[in-house]
């Protein structure tokens, strides 16, 4: 593999906390067919030791609320029932950011792992190849020489970094660890993809963060990941700044959940149909507006001779 060159910018540090006001908007519309009964399931983003978020206004009120510790993000059912063509839910939040540096201990390398709610984030899936041989020989190569985890960790990202081309665009079309190793260019989802895919095929937990960035021009989304610290626990790192650390993170990051990796949807709908229709067709815009930015997920949820559920 040729070196590469990361050509993402580093995200804009403020001087201490950082605050707004932010908000959500979801629209859903039946664009073809009938529908009884929605139920979206919407997952915000949760308080941590870094983020505080405090949920100021939810239109309609949500059935149900639960923090969900593994993907650490508050999920939200709403059931709407269609009187109309198209529904809105609106959710705002008051939000504080602030740069942390998390503790890192001089753990050995590998790692004891002890819980399993640990070992869940050492395993393979089609985004992370952490049990195919060359993710494998490639991880122990890069590591062979390391006493500690941390020092296993940077190695592992000063690899990423040395061969891998950033492409700082937003996130589209998702590449596996794999894949990025051969076309050697990929956005940040498909370099976490790789780091967590390296980490785990030599026993290090490694999760996905999906959330957002207040980078060059503006709030976008933006990847990074999670490693576990026998001792701390968890600590971030974002290896598509420019120097990337070990547990820092500053007040430009906003986490909305993790994941085995970036597969993981923010929403999911259920509906009914009417007995003896053709199942319908759905359309679904989500949008978080936080400062000038309004960033957006547009899809269509479109089933043919299936039973219908979560999409």
Known sequence: MQPGRNISPPPR???????????????????????????????YPFSDLRQKIKLTLSTPEASKREF????????CTFNIMLDTADTEIINRFNIELAAKTYPVSPAAFPPPIEHEAARHYLQATPLVEANDPEIIEIG??????????TDAIMRITRFITTNVKFDPE???NR???KELLRTKIGRCQDINHLFSALCRAVKIPARMVLGFVNGKNGWARHAWSDVYDPQFGWFPIDIATEHPSAGALDAMHLKLMTGL?????????TYD?????????????????IEKSAIKTI?????DNQQPGNT
Request: some cysteine; overall charge positive.
């Open 68 to 75: 969900i510790s593994q993907g650490s993000y508050e999920l």
């Open 13 to 43: 540090a403020p001087e201490g906390p950082w605050k707004a006001s932010i908000f959500f908007s979801t629209t859903c519309k039946v664009l073809e067919g009938a529908v009884d009964k929605l139920g979206i399931h919407i997952r």
């Open 299 to 303: 899809f269509t949820i479109k089933q």
């Open 273 to 289: 149909i009417p007995s003896k229709k053709v199942y319908p067709v759905i359309s679904m815009k989500h949008t978080l507006f």
């Open 170 to 172: 937003p996130m589209d």
């Open 140 to 149: 122990q190569n890069v590591t062979a020489l390391c006493k500690k985890s």
């Open 261 to 269: 990796d970036s597969s993981e949807p923010e929403i999911q709908v």
């Open 175 to 177: 590449q596996s660890a």
